[in-house]
């Protein structure tokens, strides 16, 4: 499966960005689609993740802010950001997961990089 992030880019603080991740084939067949980001000098940390049946979980720190949805007709997954703060300044990766033939399948997409000036 090959995930393509995109939307990302250099926002003021308070602004909004919406991110897409477009899969290879149906994301129906991968039931926990999700974002992570790694900002500089940092590990990579969870953003949001949203199971096949929409039920959705968020890191605290994103709480209210941000939103993530999926459109399983596009096989796109989506990320709403809105009221960007400086520390939300990473690289967004899209991250599928679901269990194959030989145990858990993870695939990550290249990152999309978002940057918030104060």
């Known amino acids: 499966v090959q995930l393509q992030a995109s939307g990302g880019g250099l926002v003021q603080a308070g602004g909004s960005l919406r991110l897409s991740c477009a899969a290879s084939e149906r994301i129906s067949s991968i039931p926990a689609m999700g974002w992570h980001r790694q900002a500089p000098g940092k590990q990579r940390e969870l953003v949001a993740i949203i199971g096949s049946g929409g039920v959705t979980n968020y890191a605290d720190s994103v709480k209210g802010r941000f939103t993530i949805s999926r459109d399983n007709a596009k096989n796109t997954v989506y990320l709403q950001m809105n009221s960007l703060k400086p520390e939300d300044t990473a690289v967004y990766y899209c991250?599928?997961?679901?269990?194959?033939?030989?145990?858990?399948?993870?695939?990550w997409g290249q990152g999309t990089l978002v940057t918030v000036s104060s």
């Open positions: 991250n599928g997961k679901r269990l194959g033939g030989k145990g858990l399948e993870e695939y």
